[in-house]
């Protein structure tokens, strides 16, 4: 099954801004490409996904702060994060909807 790698978490303090980025093996057109995180003693939620003609759709909690965007030419995806609030704290997975998941990656909001 085709791969999903994640970069580009890390630590930051609160308001600070991180970008996510997600590199498939695989060709991602035309599917519907997203992002999920979990956060301790919580259930995974959806924070933001994008279709393929870039539709979006964003939890509550992040509009306006997050934006989701997709380069069909290289098959990645990014989630650009501004104004950081400790609540962000979480693993975040990338996700495609072909059934792939990546491994996650840890982003941490912390003064």
């Known amino acids: 099954q085709a791969q999903l790698v994640e970069s580009g978490g890390g630590l930051v303090q609160p308001g600070g801004s991180l970008r996510l980025s997600c590199a498939a093996s695989?060709?991602?057109?035309?599917?519907?490409m997203g992002w999920h995180r979990q956060a301790p003693g919580k259930e995974r939620e959806l924070v933001a996904g994008?279709?393929?003609?870039?539709?979006?759709d964003y939890a509550t909690s992040v509009k306006g702060r997050f934006t989701i965007s997709r380069d069909n030419a290289d098959n990645t995806i990014y989630l650009q994060m501004n104004n950081l609030q400790p609540e962000d704290t979480a693993v975040y997975y990338c996700?495609?909807?072909?059934?792939?998941w990546g491994q996650g990656i840890q982003v941490t909001v912390s003064s």
């Open positions: 695989r060709s991602i057109v035309g599917y519907y």
């Open positions: 994008i279709e393929n003609r870039g539709r979006t």
């Open positions: 996700f495609a909807a072909w059934g792939s």
